[in-house]
């Protein structure tokens, strides 16, 4: 399963990538607004230190803007992933950009329906956002369940990217059904390393190695 990290602050970004751990990053205008940095400029940045791919997503909603949007963002480097909302004009995009071998991630999906729209359009991620989906009284695990049967169904390459994820949970059960990738706040990362048995352990370990005055080094 990959992680990715949903956040437009670059330090953080900075501090997990050198954790090791994350496979790439996801921004939203919302994310962009919250850093207050510039956005081609943030997203130049990111890319330079993040391997894996990198999320931008366009501004308009109509075709003809978005689709020059799109082709803008992917020429900021090679790991750009374009991010186009699940509409009919978005899907159209997707569409173009992926026949050209842009990487493309669809969001805002809220239905299996929309995530088979998507990958037909050729999208190498959707991502179904469970959080808003659980906000509403909906279970949004079970839609990631339901895409993972229809893309297995029909053998579609496109990638579950698992978005709108707000507790270490969340991550468990998007593991346990299979979806790709994971996208996460930072806080909810960092969530995932600890356990309380962990800390109590290694703080017997520590208090043990010192008392037998040994040093490894
Ligand atoms: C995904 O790419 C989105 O940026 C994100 O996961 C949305 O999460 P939110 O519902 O917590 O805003």
């Known amino acids: 399963m990959k992680f990715f990290v949903d956040t437009g602050d670059f330090d953080e970004i900075k501090k997990l990538n050198e954790t090791g751990l994350v496979d790439g990053v996801t921004t939203n205008p919302s994310l962009i607004k919250q850093s207050g940095k510039d956005f081609i400029p943030l997203i130049k ?4 230190i993040v391997d894996g791919p990198v999320s931008a997503e366009v ?4 075709y003809e803007t978005m689709i020059k949007e799109g082709r803008k963002l992917s020429k900021i480097a ?18 173009e950009l992926s026949d050209d071998g842009i990487m493309v991630n669809v969001t805002l999906c809220f ?3 929309q995530a088979l729209l998507a990958a037909k359009a050729g999208a190498t991620f ?6 808003r989906l659980d906000d509403i009284g909906l279970n949004g695990m079970d839609l990631i369940g339901d895409i993972a ?3 297995d169904n029909y053998g579609f390459d496109t990638q579950i990217l698992a978005a709108s994820i707000r507790s ?13 990738v994971a996208t996460m706040p930072p806080k909810t990362i960092w969530q995932l ?10 703080d017997a370990f520590v208090k043990d190695w010192a008392a037998t005055g040994q040093s490894i080094l």
């Open 168 to 180: 270490p949970s969340h991550v468990l059960l998007c593991a346990k059904i299979g979806a790709d």
């Open 149 to 151: 049967q229809i893309y």
């Open 111 to 113: 239905s299996a329906n």
């Open 78 to 95: 090679d790991n750009i992933a374009v991010k186009v909302p699940l509409t009919p004009a978005g899907l159209r995009v997707c569409k």
């Open 59 to 62: 501004a308009a909603t109509d």
């Open 193 to 202: 390393y600890n356990h309380p048995l962990t800390d109590k352990g290694l």
């Open 45 to 48: 940045d990111i890319c330079k």
């Open 126 to 131: 959707i991502s179904p956002f469970i959080g």
